[in-house]
C-alpha cells in the first residue's frame, strides 16, 4: 500500500467524530489497462414503433411521440435496437413485391429521422423469427416456394438499399440476424437441422449484400442466442467471416458475479476471434422488482459487470412500453404482455402516464456517463458487492462507476497507480430516497491526494459515478431527470372481468369478453332484420373516481382507414342513482380498430353505458350485427 494514502487515511479518520466507523472499502481503478477500446455505450432495445398504425390505435400522438423521442435522448443512448421484419413493406403476401412506400416503411423512415436527428445509431432487426421470418407469413418451407432464402435475401439487401442509400438514414449501422433464433419458430427446408439452416442464411446474406456492393453499409449482428452462450461456440468456429459482431444474452441475474459471470462466458468463447460481443438483451421478469427504484442498482450491477468482461455494448430490454405490432398486436402472456404492450420499459405507455419509472433516473446516470464515443473502458478492482467500472474519455478525462450492492453504507477509498486528474462531480442514485438522483459539483474530501485516492461514503444500494467533467452547459440539468407533468401514472383498467349487461348477444360472442382485458375478444349482439342500436352496461360494483374510458370496436380483419364515428357509438356514465349523463367521445378514428380515447375529470361513477350500432351493410345472411372488442375504464389503483 502506497505510504501517502496511508497518512491521508488516518488524516480524514482523526478528522472524524468518535462514533465506530465501518471499514473503509479499497477500490482500485488502473487507467493503463484497457478492456475495451471502443465502447459503444449502455444502450437500449427501443422499437421503432411510435408512427405505426397499431401505436397511433393506441393513443400515440404527435406531442406524446416528441416527448418520447426527448426521452430517448434524455436517456444517453447512442443506439437503439429495433424489430423489423419482411412483412413491413410487404404486407400478409408471401414474398409480395416490396412497396417501399407502405405505411409501415413510412412510420419506420419517420422514427429513423427522429433518432438520426438526435444522433442515436440503431441496430435493425432484419426479421425477429427464425426461421419463420425467412418464409414470411406461412409456418412451413413449402416445395412450391422454393426460394425463400433468396427472396429473404433479396429483401434484406434492398431493405438496406432503400433505407441507407434512398432515404439516407445513415445511422442504420448494424442489422441483427433475428432474435434468439435458437428456438426455432417455424420450420427448416427438409428439416435440416437449425444451425445449419441459420448458417446457410446468414452466408447467403453476407454473399448478398457483397454481390450488390452493400457489405459496407452495415456491421452483422449474430447469432442473438438466449440463455448465453448458446450457439456461440458454432457461430465464433463456422461464422467467423460472416458475422461483425458476436452477440448473446440472459436474463433473471441479480448480482454483480451472476451477471460478470454470464458476460465472462461470452467473452472467452468471441477473444480467439478478436471481434468484439454486445450483451444484447437483458433484464429481470420479476414486475416488482422492475417498478422498484432497486431495479436501477441492479441495472448499474449488471452494467458494472458488463463493462468489465469488456463488452463493446449491452441492450437493456426494454427502453420503454411499447405496443407491438402484428403478429404479437393482441398478444397477452404472462411476461407482462398485456393486449400487444410489453411493460418491459424504464416509462410506461406514454399515452396512459408520462411519469417515468425510479430505475429510469439510474439507467440515465448509467447510460450518459459510462458510455460515449471514443471511451475506453479500463482495468479496475473491486468487490462482488460494490464492484467499480472506469471509462476513460477522449478529452483526458475520466468517469467511474462504483455500486454499493449491499443494503447498508460502504465507506470506500478508489486508489489509482499513477497520479491522475481525480473526479471531482459525484453523482448519485439512491434506490430507496424519494429524490433519487443527486448531483455534487463540490471537490471530494480527497482532492488534497494529489491524484493518487480519493474517499467517498455510498448509502445502501446507491449507485455513484464519479466524473471529472462538469455538466455539460447544454444538459438542461446535470443529469437530474425530468419527471413531465403527472397525468395518468397508476391508472388501474377497473372494468377488468367486471359484470356486463347487454341488450342481445350472440352465444358464440359472449358479454364477458367486453371486459376480458383483450381487443381482440369481442362481444357481438344477436342478429337483427334491420340495423339498430344495442346496449352494454357495464357495472363497476361501487363508485370508482374515473379518469379515462377507452372504447375498441370490434375486430373485423379490415385495415388502414380513417373513420367517422358519427352514430356508431353513445357512451353515457351514472352514479348509484343510474342519472345518466352522456360524455363525448373523439368524432373519428385512425383507422378501423384504434381505441376511441375520453379523459374525463375524476368523477364517481359506477355504470357506464354505451349504445352501438353495427356496420350499415348486412352480414352475408343479411342480418345485423352490432358489436365491440373491449371497454376499459381507467381510474387510480387503490
Ligand atoms: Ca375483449
Redesign the pocket.
Known sequence: MNIRIILIAITICTLLPVSPAPAREGLSVDPDTVIQANFLGINAVHHGFSYLPESVEMGMTAELRALELARVKESGIRMARTFYRPDWAMGDGPWLRPDWDSPKMKALYAWLADLQSIGVDVALNMGWWFPRDVIWNREQHLPSYPDDLHAYCRWLSASLHEIIQVRGFTNVKYVVMFTEPNDMHGNTPGAKPLWQYYKEVLQAVNQQLIDDGRRHLVKIVGPNTSQAPTWLDKATSELNEVIDIYASHNYNFTTYQQWYDMALTIKKMVDPTGKPFWIDEYGVQDFKLRQSGQYGTVLALASAAFMNAGAQSAMLWILNDQYYPEPLKYLTNGDAFLDGKHSWGLFPWLPESRATRPAWEAFVLLSRCMGEAGSRIVGSQGLGDLPIAAVTLKDGGMNILVVNGAPRPREVEIRFPREVTLPLYRHGYDPAASTKLSSARLPLPAAASRGLAFADTLTANEVVVYSTRPPSPDDPDPLVSHVPEYTHEGLTNIALHKAVKVSSADAEWPAE??????????WRSGPRAKRQEEEVTIDLGSLVAVRQIEVFPQYSGEVGQKRKVEDELRLSVAGEKRQWRRLTLPDTRRNAHAALITAIQPRPIRYIRIGVKGPRQPGPDGLFRAGL??VKVFARQE
Open positions: 369478453q367486453l371486459t376480458d382485458g383483450k381487443r381482440l375478444t369481442s372488442g373491449e
